[in-house]
């Protein structure tokens, strides 16, 4: 899958386009004779063009296992914390509590997760995964590492330890 499908399939649907002969002309130059180097100079323009290319080859590679990369991340954090509550999710994953939802039924749904009374709060119910979850979920990881892996040779092991230090300063701030 293409870097600019996997945005396209990222993105909300927009309306039709007029097209003027400017956007014609526009869309008739070749990128790679595009001056983007002030673009490349901005933190959130090179984090999504990483993003993207390891985002394309997730979707790819996690089809087998019908995982999306929010499902992948929901599954992995539940494997990795027995008993986590859905509002522990929704603030480690910065999703909205509407949003994880449908993702929890989904799970539930295909066998992979269980909901069990949560030990000290009566309100909340602790997500666990189920045996074939973590079947499942222990294939999707070592084929998220191998992944991460492919799409990082570029780098050295220490450059790519500094780089995930440097993003998680960004976003953790």
Known sequence: MSETSVANTLRRPRAARQHS???AESTSTHVGELD????????GYNARRAALSVIAVFLQRMEPY???????????LIAHNPGITSRQICTALDILPPNLVGMIKSLDKRGLIERRAHPTDRRAQGLHVSAAGKRLQREAE?????????????????????????????YQS
């Open 66 to 76: 019908g995982l999306r990369p929010v499902d992948f991340s929901v599954l992995t």
């Open 36 to 43: 983007t180097a002030y673009l490349e100079t901005l933190l």
């Open 142 to 170: 070592t084929t998220a590492t191998q992944l991460e892996q492919d799409v990082s040779k570029a780098l050295t092991a220490d450059e790519l330890q500094t780089l995930n230090h440097l993003l998680r300063k960004v």
């Open 21 to 23: 002969e400017a956007a």
